[in-house]
């Protein structure tokens, strides 16, 4: 779930948004928590993302998987937006930096071999939304990043406050 916040600057030629999201989600390391601050100048979407997760470890006998999956992105992105009435849809992709740990090989019963990632990757993120009552907007967001080392993808339902 993600809470949106928008600022509007209408001029008679431009339309120009500036918003944070901040919000939960899942992906293929567990649970994530999801932040980005993004600017839209008429279609174009200007995006700086941060992305963590952390497995979510939850089990009554105490033994775990080791080591633990995690997964932090900073990213920065640039999309196309469709608005259309009150639904929005918009595209973004850019570069980002990676950072996490993955499970290897298995060594014992509960013990992996630990994979550090470090890397460079392409991060990407598909939205929708819609205008339920006045400025209050419900959407989606499908988000990945494609890296050579642990590439993932996530979804996030969110509740907007604003202006499409």
Known sequence: MALSFFAYSGFAEDKSQLWL???????HFGPCFYSSIAYSHNNDIFTVRYFKADEF????DGVYDKPFLTCKEFGILYG???????????FSAGIGYVS????????????FEPINISTLGIPFEAKFQFTVLGDLNIGGA????I???????GFILKISVGVL
């Open 142 to 145: 499908w988000f990945g990043n």
């Open 147 to 153: 890296n050579s080392a642990k590439p993932y993808t």
């Open 100 to 111: 996490g740990t993955d499970r290897g090989n298995k060594i014992t019963y509960h013990q």
């Open 21 to 27: 999201n901040v919000g939960i989600g899942g992906s």
């Open 80 to 90: 196309i937006s469709y608005p259309k009435n009150i639904n929005l849809l918009s």
């Open 57 to 60: 470890v939850f089990n009554v």
